[in-house]
């Protein structure tokens, strides 16, 4: 059954995906598109650009759309895919809460213990790690072309890329105008 399926999905991906959303986003391209085959990789960037433009994580977002979408290409109807979403998001958030009322107390009796330090100090590559994945994961032929089939796009694309990485990362420009100096240039240079 896909409840079943999705809910089990979304539950190890909440389990084990450290770096909130985004570095859960390689996890859930993973296991909807390549695993379960329930997501085609443009239907997956479709959904990233729509979680990051909706208000709230980009976790929680992108696993309603997920599930709404998974339920909705094995052939079901609205509320089956509303179902479906609402299954994917409480299943994804259901480790965290669980681990917080867990781990609240203990951790603040023991988080200057060594052990506890030494653990996070090893989950922060980790995290850096799942990040990069989600970046590598969008750097797709859906976002950026290919250089033979449209050059012109796929070089505006990453000079966009450049540009962005520069602008935010040395020259500490806001990322929200440089997403909407992106987007005007995009309008630009590519239509």
């Known amino acids: 059954m896909i409840y079943l399926k999705l809910f089990i999905t979304f539950f190890k991906i909440g ?3 450290f770096g909130g959303g ?10 909807t598109v390549e695993s379960q085959h329930w997501l085609s990789t443009a239907e ?4 990233v650009a729509i979680s990051q433009m909706t208000p709230g994580p980009i976790g929680i977002n ?8 998974a339920v909705h290409n094995a052939g079901y109807g609205e509320w089956f895919s509303i179902l479906g979403s609402a299954t994917a998001t409480f299943a994804l958030m259901l480790p965290s809460l669980i681990l ?3 781990i609240s107390k203990m951790f603040m009796k023991y988080m200057n213990a060594a ?26 032929a859906e976002n950026f072309s290919t250089p033979t089939a449209n050059p012109w796009q796929f070089w505006i694309s990453v000079g966009l890329l450049v540009a962005t990485a520069f ?11 440089m997403i909407c100096y992106s987007a005007f240039a995009g309008l630009l240079l590519l239509y």
């Open 22 to 31: 985004y570095g859960m986003l390689s996890l859930i391209q993973h296991e």
């Open 62 to 69: 992108s696993a309603t759309y997920c599930g709404y979408t």
């Open 115 to 140: 052990p506890v330090k030494a653990v996070f100090t090893g989950l922060r590559p980790a995290v850096v790690g799942l990040l990069a994945a989600a970046t590598l994961l969008l750097c797709n």
């Open 167 to 177: 602008g935010t990362g040395y020259l500490r420009i806001n990322p929200i105008r």
């Open 44 to 47: 997956f960037t479709d959904i």
């Open 15 to 17: 389990l084990f995906g």
């Open 100 to 102: 917080m009322i867990l």
